[in-house]
């Protein structure tokens, strides 16, 4: 019996490991993602001071979230493009902007991770997603991947089906998702307002695909 212990013990401790791993790497990889989402509404905040309290999208008429993240770039409210890759993810950003003033190189096609709700401002309820990780789908409500944890695939989610919304209040909320058909979507609570009404004003500036080479 002993040895049957031993053995049992020998063949689990690699998987048991195997598995603390895989926990620790995802909820590290999550929390630089929470953080880059906190780093990008904070920046979408201050943009807003000083723009009539308006989010980038709204000042220039955007269409997706590759190009609002650029204004962010080209009016020097952020250095770096690397808060707008993902991990995990295969939207990663290489780290080139270009030059001044246009930063043409910045935010590229398959170099952002985050989908944009447009037409927000400052004034906007607290509790309104503004950017979440992209999704299956450019419309209203979101659906992610039901087994994607640690695949790095459009509508990616993380380890229990959870996915980061930030919201207008500047916090990023690790969201549990729910099932619905075939596909993930957000919980009930998330599409609602504080009334309890669903969100009426949802414009999404979707991610920008690269294209594939011929």
């Known amino acids: 019996m002993q040895w049957l212990c031993v053995l049992l013990a020998v063949c689990l401790t690699p998987l048991l ?3 603390i791993h895989d926990s620790v790497i995802d909820l590290a990889y999550r929390n630089r993602q929470a953080q880059s989402g906190k780093d990008i509404i904070f920046a979408f905040k201050v943009f807003a001071n000083d723009n ?3 989010f980038p999208d709204v000042r220039a008429k955007l269409t997706t979230s590759n190009q ?27 780290g080139f902007i ?20 447009g037409g927000l401002t400052t004034h906007s309820q607290d509790a309104h997603p503004v950017i979440y990780e992209n999704a299956l789908n450019s419309t209203w409500p979101p659906k992610w991947k039901p087994g994607s ?9 993380w380890r ?20 619905v058909g075939d596909s993930l979507t957000l919980p009930e609570s998330m599409l609602l ?12 500036l979707d991610i920008e695909e690269k294209k594939a080479a011929k």
């Open 68 to 94: 609002t993240f650029r204004e962010l770039i080209k009016h020097e409210y952020v250095e770096t493009e690397n808060l707008f890759g993902g991990y995990i993810s295969p939207y990663v950003s290489d």
């Open 160 to 179: 229990g089906n959870k996915i980061l919304v930030g919201l207008v209040d500047g916090s990023i909320s690790i969201v549990k998702t729910r099932e």
């Open 52 to 54: 009539g309290s308006t």
């Open 193 to 204: 307002d504080y009334k309890g009404v669903p969100w009426d004003d949802i414009h999404i």
């Open 17 to 19: 490991v195997s598995v």
């Open 98 to 117: 270009g030059e001044a003033p246009e930063f043409e190189r910045a935010v590229q096609p398959g170099e952002n991770h985050w989908v944009v709700l």
């Open 149 to 157: 944890a640690n695949q790095p695939v459009r509508g990616r989610v």
